[in-house]
């Protein structure tokens, strides 16, 4: 799902909840919100529209899973953490039950400037501090993520190294870093770890200017693009052929081939206990 979200918390419920029905509608069985869906724009009002994990952003999310019997990823929303000073960037996996199977607070912490513009996401948020990974109602196991991990292939290949085949990463990116990275760096996450990678992104400009790259994409295991959306709010579909992940992973078992962890963490000096 592609969206252009606000300050307007109802506004953007309301085209959340709009976009995920026509993607049951076309047959949807797993959806993917992006980043912050929930409310987006300057600090103070992003602070102050933080919500608890039984506020309206997942009751919401709980109750439509239900009624369409869907996988949600409710992208990520404004968590107010109690006992915690700072909020937290939390995604959330609803089940079709419209129970919480999961939850994943964002690991790394978007604290750059671009173009001009600073962002520091870690003076008001508080990074998470653990890998997840769910089980969709299919059986597919699906690692979590958001956005400015997908820098990281260490999460990706601690997720596919657990059983990922699915990998969702919501997003908020950057208009500059949609337009020069964030298809070369899906298809390397999707490609490295032969899984399927869906990843939904905010399109457009929100207050107090800052603007979303759009094209939300739907990568399968080698690389292909299956699907990306247009230059507006919008949702993409895509079929998912885990018969088409078996086969690639067989024929070029890289997974396999990885060596032990240890030695890619080897301090420099002992390059002689490497065997060439």
């Keep these: 799902m592609q969206l252009n979200a606000t300050e307007d918390v109802d ?11 026509d993607a049951a509608k076309r047959g949807a069985e797993l959806v993917v919100l992006p980043e912050k ?23 919401w999310a709980k109750a439509l899973a239900k009624e369409l019997q869907l996988d949600l990823i409710a992208g990520s929303f404004v968590e107010l953490v109690e ?9 959330a996996h609803i089940g079709p039950d419209g129970e919480i199977k999961a939850l994943y607070r964002k690991l790394h912490m978007f604290d750059v400037e671009l173009e001009g513009t600073v962002y520091a996401e870690s003076a008001r948020e508080q990074a998470g501090t ?3 990974l769910t089980q969709t109602a299919q059986g597919q196991q699906l690692g979590m993520s958001i956005c400015y991990d997908v820098r990281f292939p260490e999460l990706y290949r601690e997720l596919s190294s657990r059983g990922a085949t699915i990998i969702a990463v919501p997003s908020a990116f950057t208009l500059a870093t949609t337009r020069d990275h964030w298809e070369t760096l899906l298809r390397a996450r999707a490609i490295e770890n032969q899984a399927f990678v869906i990843a ?41 052929d885990f018969s ?33």
């Design 37 to 59: 869906w929930t409310v987006l724009g300057r600090g103070e009002v992003m602070a102050a529209a933080a919500q608890p994990l039984d506020g309206p952003a997942i009751r």
């Design 83 to 91: 006992g915690q000073s700072k909020t937290a960037n939390t995604s």
């Design 130 to 132: 653990e890998v997840t």
């Design 244 to 276: 088409l992940l078996d086969d690639v992973r067989k024929r070029l078992p890289a997974l396999r081939h990885r060596r032990p962890a240890e030695l890619y963490s080897r301090p420099a000096g002992h390059e002689d206990e490497v065997n060439a």
């Design 200 to 240: 939904a992104n905010q399109i457009g400009q929100h207050p107090p200017g800052n603007r979303s790259g759009g094209r939300s994409i739907i990568v399968d295991p080698w690389g292909v693009v299956l699907s990306t959306a247009p230059d507006s709010e919008s949702v993409i579909v895509a079929d998912l």
């Design 11 to 21: 506004a953007n419920l309301a085209t959340a909840d709009r976009l995920t029905r």
